[in-house]
């Protein structure tokens, strides 16, 4: 299909893969989106941000919770729910 399709990407996730159109879009994006387009900001002492996930495909969320500069680390909380300990940019396994 990829081959057939070159608009298409491949990912993968915990159990499955996915064909996504090829842009640069990803959970990290999405999240960082959402807070900007809400009007919420995470340097606000009365908001506290909590992300958790599950999969490989959240820890493009975790790394932009992290690493953004709209966003003050302790004002979030970033889970990684799983049974198996891995590496991960969440702050909480």
């Given at each position: ?16 893969f ?7 879009w990803?959970?990290?994006r ?38 953004s ?25």
């Open positions: 299909v990829i081959a057939r399709y070159p608009c298409l990407k491949k990912s993968f996730g915990k159990c499955v996915e064909l996504r159109i090829n842009v640069n990803d959970k990290g999405a999240v960082l989106w959402l807070l900007e387009a809400s009007g919420v900001s995470a340097y606000d002492d009365s908001v506290f941000l909590v992300y958790a996930g599950d999969d490989v495909t959240d820890e493009d969320a975790f790394r932009a919770l992290r690493s500069s709209g966003v003050h680390s302790s004002n979030v909380l970033s889970v990684l729910v799983s049974r198996e300990e891995r590496p991960t940019a969440a702050s909480h396994i």
